[in-house]
């Protein structure tokens, strides 16, 4: 073999290893990406402890990660689980402080465990964000009503 005809082959075989070991970086990130729209899936079909259990699983490989947090929090908050709910409702929200729906759902988990004054704070905290926000308007006008402020 000349020494040109190596020298191709040789950058050929490198480039290959090269893409190879590409492909094997992308693929451990698209894994976690299809795990966590499966989470999304279940979540969003009203299988809250499967996707709990997964979403549990995805945390130590992801972790401080926003949706992650906010999505887990949503997750127990819908299988009454408040405590765990503002664990990582809050969590979300020291991620990504400005986030107004994070803070209106911690408001809301917070309000149903019967901690009305932080859940207060959270809400004028929301919409201190997003004062046009109609979820987080109505929300606090809600909770105004049953806190007996109004």
């Given at each position: 073999m000349s020494g040109k005809a190596w020298w191709r082959r040789a950058i050929r075989c490198s480039v290959f290893a090269w893409s190879v070991f590409a492909i094997a970086e992308v693929n451990p990130q698209q894994k976690l990406e299809r795990q966590f729209?499966?989470?999304?899936?279940?979540?969003?079909?009203?299988?809250?402890?499967?996707?709990?259990?997964?979403?549990?699983?995805?945390?130590?490989?992801?972790?401080?990660?926003?949706?992650?947090?906010?999505?887990?929090?949503?997750?127990?908050?819908?299988?009454?689980?408040?405590?765990?709910?503002?664990?990582?409702?809050?969590?979300a929200v020291r991620l990504k402080p400005g986030s107004a729906s994070a803070r209106?759902?911690?408001?809301?988990?917070?309000?149903h465990s019967g901690a009305t004054e932080l859940a207060g704070v959270q809400f004028r905290k929301a919409l201190d964000l997003e004062p046009r926000d109609y979820t987080a308007n109505h929300n606090l006008g809600e909770f105004y009503i049953q806190s007996g402020k109004i």
């Open positions: 729209q499966s989470a999304v899936a279940q979540y969003n079909s009203g299988q809250y402890a499967e996707a709990a259990a997964q979403l549990e699983a995805l945390l130590p490989r992801v972790p401080n990660n926003f949706e992650i947090e906010e999505l887990l929090g949503l997750t127990y908050s819908s299988l009454s689980q408040d405590s765990k709910a503002i664990e990582h409702l809050e969590a209106t759902n911690l408001a809301a988990s917070l309000s």
